[in-house]
C-alpha cells in the first residue's frame, strides 16, 4: 500500500440528532504522520466529529473511510468515572491489551510519568492524567493519535511541557496526530495543518493561512488575547 | 441446632451476595442506582403478567426486566432529558404500572408485601438451584468480558477507539442485571434489589485499591450483611430482606470513616 493512502478520509460526513444538524458535510483526509488541529467554537462539533471518527456516534450522510488495519490512539479529554473505580495506573495501561510490565513501565517513563504506575488513577494532577492517557495511546503503536482537548485544565508550563513531549513522539514515531484545542497558539506552532469548524468546515489549510481567513477571524477575532495577532474587522461573512 | 429454613435462607442469600457483587461494583462506577431500580421495578409487572399467563414468575420476571434494560439503555443514549431523569422516570412508571396491573388483571392474586420486599425464609431447595446456576451463568459472562465491562465503565470512546464492541457490552451488562433482578427478587423484593446491588459496593468502595478487589470486598461486606441480617431478624423478628440492607448500611456507615488508606 502507498505511504500517502489517507489514514482517514471523511467525504460530506454529516451527523444530525433529531432536528439538530451537528456536523454538515464536512470533508477531509489525514495524511501519514500529519499533525491537525481542529479549532471551532464551543458547540461547533468538534467532539461530535471525534466520535464520528472513533465510531462512537452514528453517521447520517455522507462516508467516512479508514484505511484497513489502521491502529488509532485516543485520549478522552478526561475520564469521567475515575473519581469511583479504584484503579492504578499500571492496570489502566495494562487494560489497553499489554501484558508485558517491562513495557508499560518504559512507556510511562517515556511520556513522563515514569514513578506513577502504583499511583491512583484518581490522584493523578490534571498533566499527569494527560500523559498517562497519552502513554496508553502509544501502548497500541498507533498509526493516528486522536487527542481530544489534550491541554484543557493545564497551566502554561504543563502544556508547553506535553507540546514538546508530543512534538519528540512524532519525531520519534511519525504517528499521524489530530488534536482538539482551545490553545491557537500552540495550534499555529504546532500543526501541518489547521481545520476550522463550525457545524461545517469554515476553512482549512496551513496555521498561516487559516490565521488571515476572514471566517477564522470572525470565530476568533475578537478574542485578542488568544488570536494570534490583534484584528479590527470589518469583513462581512457568512456567519451569523 | 439451627432451623433448616435458616440455613436455606443463608445458602441463598450468601449466593445472591456472591452474585452481586460485581454487578453491584458496575452499577456504583458508571453511577446507574437509578437503572437497576428501573430494571429492579420492571419486575412486578413481570410477575403479575406472568400469573395471568400461567407461566412460571421467573419467566415473566426475565422478560420484563430485559426489555425494560433494553428499552432504558437504549433510551438514555440521546434525547433532550438528563439520563437520569429518564431512568427515574422508567423506573418509577414501571412501579406503577406493576401496581395497576397487578390490582386489575383478572384472576391474578399477588402477595404484594412479598412482591416488594421478599421472604428470604420460605426460599426452597429447587429455588436455591436455579439462583446457583443462574448465578453461575452471570458470573461466568462477567469474567468472560470483564476487561471490556472495565473500559467502557471507564470511557467508552476509549474502548470503541481501541476497537472494542459498546454494543456487547451493554447487552452483557443490561442482560446479566436482569437475570440477577429474577434470581434475587423473591429473597430481598423488588424495592430492595437495587440495595443489594449498592451498598455493599458503595460500602467497600473506600477500602479497595483495584477493581477486582472492591468487588472482593463487596462480596465479603454482602456476606456479613446477609449472615448479620439473618441473625437481626430471628432475634428481633423484623422482616429479613429489610434487616440484611439495614446490616449493609451500617457497615457503608463504618466504612465511610475509614481513614484514606490510597496514596501514592
Known amino acids: 500500500m502507498p505511504t500517502n493512502t489517507p489514514l482517514i478520509r471523511a467525504e460530506n460526513l454529516s451527523v444530525k440528532t433529531g432536528r439538530r444538524v451537528l456536523l454538515d458535510a464536512v470533508s477531509f483526509a489525514i495524511l501519514p504522520g500529519e499533525a ?3 479549532i471551532g467554537p464551543n458547540g461547533a462539533g468538534k467532539t461530535t466529529l471525534i466520535r ?3 465510531g462512537t456516534m452514528p453517521i447520517s450522510d455522507g462516508t467516512l473511510f479508514r484505511r484497513p488495519g489502521l491502529r488509532l490512539g485516543y485520549t478522552p479529554q478526561k475520564l469521567p468515572l475515575e473519581q469511583l473505580i479504584p484503579m492504578q495506573v499500571d ?3 495494562a487494560l489497553s491489551g499489554e501484558r508485558d510490565k517491562t513495557r508499560r513501565r518504559e512507556m510511562l517513563a517515556r511520556c513522563g510519568a515514569g514513578g506513577l504506575q502504583a499511583a491512583q488513577m484518581m490522584d493523578l494532577s490534571g498533566g499527569e492524567t494527560q500523559r498517562v492517557l497519552l502513554a496508553r495511546a502509544l501502548m497500541r503503536q498507533p498509526d493516528l493519535l ?3 482537548e489534550p491541554t484543557q485544565g493545564l497551566d502554561q508550563p504543563a502544556e508547553a511541557r506535553f507540546y514538546q513531549l508530543l512534538g519528540e513522539i512524532r519525531a520519534e514515531t511519525g504517528v499521524a496526530v489530530f488534536m482538539v484545542s482551545h490553545d491557537l497558539h500552540m495550534v499555529m506552532a504546532q500543526s501541518d495543518r489547521v481545520i476550522c469548524l463550525n457545524g461545517h468546515i469554515c476553512c482549512s ?3 498561516g493561512m487559516v490565521a488571515r481567513d476572514p471566517s477564522y477571524i470572525e470565530l476568533f477575532g475578537q478574542c485578542a488575547g488568544l488570536a494570534p495577532y490583534r484584528h479590527h474587522h470589518h469583513e462581512h461573512c457568512d456567519h451569523d | 441446632m439451627i432451623e433448616p429454613f435458616l440455613l436455606k435462607a443463608a445458602l441463598a442469600g450468601l449466593l445472591i451476595a456472591l452474585i452481586a457483587a460485581p454487578l453491584g461494583c458496575l452499577v456504583v462506577w458508571r ?5 437497576g431500580d428501573a430494571t429492579g421495578h420492571a419486575a412486578l409487572l413481570g410477575v403479575a403478567l406472568a400469573l395471568s399467563l400461567s407461566v412460571p414468575p421467573i419467566i415473566g420476571v426475565l422478560s420484563i426486566a430485559s426489555a425494560m434494560a433494553l428499552a432504558v ?11 437520569d431523569t429518564v431512568l427515574g422516570v422508567f423506573a418509577h412508571a414501571a412501579l406503577a404500572i406493576g401496581l395497576v396491573v397487578a390490582a386489575v388483571l383478572p384472576g391474578v392474586r399477588i402477595n404484594l408485601i412479598e412482591t416488594l420486599l421478599g421472604d428470604i425464609l420460605t426460599v426452597s431447595g429447587s429455588e436455591i438451584m436455579v439462583i446457583a446456576l443462574g448465578g453461575l451463568v452471570i458470573l461466568a459472562t462477567l469474567a468472560y468480558g470483564w476487561r471490556g465491562l472495565l473500559n467502557a465503565t471507564l470511557s467508552p470512546e476509549l474502548m470503541a477507539a481501541e476497537g472494542g464492541s459498546l454494543t456487547r457490552d451493554k447487552l452483557i451488562f443490561t442482560l446479566s442485571l436482569a437475570v440477577f433482578v429474577a434470581l434475587s427478587m423473591k429473597l430481598v423484593g423488588i424495592l430492595l434489589i437495587t440495595a443489594m446491588l449498592i451498598l455493599p459496593a458503595a460500602a467497600a468502595a473506600p477500602l479497595a485499591r483495584s477493581p477486582e478487589r472492591m468487588v472482593m470486598m463487596t462480596a465479603l461486606i454482602g456476606s456479613v450483611s446477609v449472615l448479620g441480617g439473618l441473625w ?3 432475634e428481633m423478628d423484623s422482616p429479613a430482606g429489610p434487616s440484611i440492607i439495614v446490616v449493609a448500611a451500617a457497615i457503608f456507615a463504618l466504612t465511610g470513616l475509614w481513614p484514606k488508606t490510597r496514596n501514592r
Not at chain 2, 31 to 35: E, G, I, K, T
Open chain 1, 91 to 93: 492496570r489502566f495501561i
Open chain 1, 36 to 38: 491537525i488541529s481542529l
Open chain 1, 52 to 54: 464520528a471518527l472513533i
Open chain 1, 146 to 148: 486522536i487527542l481530544d
Open chain 2, 232 to 234: 437481626m431478624s430471628w
Open chain 2, 73 to 83: 439503555t437504549f433510551a438514555t443514549r440521546r434525547g433532550v432529558f438528563a439520563a
Open chain 1, 205 to 207: 489549510g496551513t496555521p
Open chain 2, 31 to 35: 453511577r446507574m442506582a437509578y437503572f
